[in-house]
């Protein structure tokens, strides 16, 4: 059995750490770069800043084997204003061993202060606004923390569809413009001289495309506008050069406020599948 050693990060570890975080790669998603690593290290995020401004300074451990290779990092704070212990991002390229010792680190070293934990709660600047883990994706992180007590918060589905047999828009019905953040096009539908609709298609990654948001004014639903929006949306993701695209589609209060039945049956309809399911977690 390889032995572990588990120490604080230090300079010089940044090349060994992007290729962690770049092994555990989210579809549709631009790969890490080392700017992003920076940010991350320093406990800073241009997602989510308000909620990473109440953390305490992240502590970032890295697993090495007896050769002093990293094998493994974990980084964690504590939010003092709740007592909540928060394990901020996790990577060792789906081995067991380096997952569960650094999971055991972090809630460790937490517990002296911690009164309840969460993991993968706030979007990392690693993930281009993503928060949560894939489950299928990663099946030993996700194990590894459901036996430490920890339990999954079904947050949202991954959706997937090849960008084939693709359904004809009916005339132009959004403008079609740059969107600066996420990178890519934004389509804007427009009625009564005011914007009911828009999308956005991100930047390709490969042959891969997300389309990142979809949404219609209440008031102007169930008139046809969110499904030709999609026939369109997809069009334009189709004319990236891309293959395939990919969606997350939140799903965390079936029957509430921010239901999603109704978009998940107009996804189905027009060819998309369900490809994993997003995950945050909690212990108290």
């Known amino acids: ?154 947050m949202g589905r991954y959706f997937h569809r090849p960008l084939v047999d693709l359904p004809v828009p009916v005339g132009p019905l959004a403008e079609v413009g740059p969107s600066a953040e996420p990178p890519g096009r934004q389509l804007r539908v427009h009625r009564d001289g005011k914007e009911v609709a828009r999308a956005v298609v991100c930047e390709p990654v490969g042959e891969t495309v997300e389309i990142y948001w979809l949404s219609v004014e209440p008031a102007y639903r169930g008139q046809g506008i969110g499904r030709q929006l999609w026939y369109q949306a997809m069009a334009e993701a189709a004319r990236t050069g891309a293959k395939e695209a990919v969606l997350i589609v939140d799903d965390d209060e079936p029957g509430g406020e921010r239901d999603r039945t109704a978009a998940v049956t107009l996804y189905d309809s027009v060819g998309w599948k369900e490809l994993d399911r997003v995950h945050t977690y909690r212990r108290d």
């Open 1 to 154: 059995m390889t032995a572990f050693r588990l120490r604080p990060y230090r300079h010089g570890d940044e090349s060994a750490l992007l290729a962690l975080v770049r092994a555990d790669p989210l579809p549709g998603h631009p790969p890490a770069q080392a700017a992003m690593l920076a940010l991350a290290l320093a406990g800073d995020s241009p997602d989510d800043a308000e909620r990473w401004a109440e953390l305490n300074r992240p502590a970032v451990t890295v697993l090495t084997d007896t050769d002093d290779r990293v094998a493994g990092v974990v980084s964690y704070a504590l939010r003092k204003s709740d007592r909540s212990g928060n394990v901020l991002w996790l990577h060792a390229r789906e081995e067991p061993a380096p997952v569960a010792a650094l999971l055991e680190h972090a809630l460790g070293e937490l517990s002296q202060k911690a009164r309840r934990f969460e993991a993968f709660t706030l979007t990392t600047p690693l993930n281009h606004g993503f928060d949560g883990i894939l489950e299928r994706s990663r099946p030993t992180t996700h194990a590894a923390l459901l036996d430490a007590g920890f339990e999954a918060t079904y």
